[in-house]
């Protein structure tokens, strides 16, 4: 009777789960363990991380899951285990100690996860223990979306049209778990799943910011979106409107399925729907350009651009980080972000162009901010962005395009609610200097009791000045 361990990192679910089918449809008995890897945890820069308690969580949704499902077909005890060290080390010793002849998981495209799974997968065999990944988190991946040429492509519209063309119901159909229930096996004896405290970290602010968590957050949170997709075209980019569908966070721990996602715009017409699913598309086309081109981990995707001298200004860098450039949206962009861990897409490109473009600061540190603070960090969309914004990736558009963070403010936040909500000090600015304070005179900074150099910073760079800088920088491109 063949008997099987699942092993879970960026799969948070018990259903549609590609690992979790395969192993069902394989053995008679199926453990399942997720690893609070302290590889990773050990490098994040604070005990108190709203991803971890994200995880946690969810983890205690996912166990009462497994033993639910396993409990309508008459299994008792089923559930999760749970271990906190290596799991390189963690995963061989477990599946050994279980007696298991083979370990599932889903497929990781990031390069350090390779690496670990190719360390585990080689530990298991010298065990005579078999390893199995799955394709899980992404709909197309590695070469299955290709050129013409057989070559992988290096820019998103036609990559997208060929993803369309493509995709078929069979691509989204989705694995089922429920059948196969009654071989989920009982948890052994002593097992419990580890509180926050237990793994050395602390609780966030996550619970005060109401955000769901788990399977049922990610459930409550796409219901919510389908009644307002239809809008999202039109309301995506502006950051005090709900206009988007706050899943991110979700896709990146899959306690939702990409899957059904994508199943779900594509059968709804409309622009809403189409628009979303473009997006669905972007995260499949960043994922794809990590597994061919790894050295964007530390590199410029195209090497012409490894040229480029960045300027080294700490004190700058400094108040990008904690919202003091001046610029009103771009540093209520940076306090929703330090204080949420969560920043809305499109001040995501206007605070990235801010860095790279006004700040000249290379791209890199912006993205490893991002990578410490942001819910949703996602390697493969976090390095595409930050180098779509600074002009170094995939992006058809010439370098030469530099947000001007004023008109986009004024375009996106016209009458700066979302400003005022972060950047209280400035509620009593009237909108027509809400994107500019420095702008107003003395008599109207006193009537509005708004200083600024006192009670708001005035700019730290000239956005004129710095676009003239960043044309000159980009410029040795050219010779």
Known sequence: MPSALVWFRRDLRCFDHAALHHALRFADRVHCVFVFDREILDALPTRADRRVE??????LELDAGLAALARDVGVAGAGLIVRHGRADALIPQLACELGV???????????????????????????????????????????????????PFSVFTPYRNAWLKA?????????????????????????????????????????DMKMPVGMSGGRQLFEDFLGRIDRYKRARDFPAVKGVSYLSTHLRFGTVSIRALAAAARARAGEGAESWLNELIWRDFYHMILWHNP??????????????????????FEAWCEARTGYPIVDAAMRQLNQTG???????????????????????????????????????ANNGGWQWAASTGCDAQPWFRI????????????????????????????????????TMGGID??????????????????????????????????R
């Open 295 to 316: 050295h964007v981990l530390e590199h410029a995707f195209r090497p012409e651009y490894e040229r480029i001298v960045w300027d080294d200004a700490p004190a700058l």
């Open 342 to 380: 969560y920043m809305h897409n499109r001040l995501r490109m206007i605070v990235a162009s801010f860095l790279a473009k006004d700040l000249g600061i290379d791209w890199r540190r912006g993205e490893r901010y991002f990578a410490d603070h942001l819910n949703d960090y996602d390697l493969a």
């Open 167 to 207: 995709v078929d119901d069979a691509q989204l159909a989705a694995w089922p778990i429920e059948p196969y229930a009654a071989r989920l096996a009982p948890r052994p004896p002593g097992e419990h799943l580890p509180t926050l405290a237990d793994i050395g970290f602390e609780p966030t602010n996550l619970a």
């Open 403 to 438: 947000f001007n963070p004023v008109t986009q403010s004024e375009k996106f936040d016209a009458e700066g609610r979302f400003i005022r909500r972060y950047l209280p000090e400035l509620a009593r600015v009237p909108d027509k200097f809400i994107h500019a304070p420095w």
């Open 445 to 478: 900074q006193a009537a509005c009791r708004t200083r600024i150099g006192v009670d708001y910073p005035a700019p730290v760079v000239d956005h004129a000045v710095a676009r003239e800088r960043t044309l000159a920088r980009f410029g040795v491109l050219k």
């Open 54 to 59: 994200f995880i946690q969580r969810s983890l």
């Open 101 to 151: 002849d083979k370990v599932f998981a889903n497929r990781d495209y990031e390069p350090a996860a390779i690496v670990r799974d190719s360390r585990v997968a080689q530990r298991l065999a010298e065990a005579g223990i078999g390893f199995e990944d799955f394709k899980d988190q992404v709909v197309f991946e590695r070469d299955e979306v290709l050129t013409l040429a057989g070559k």
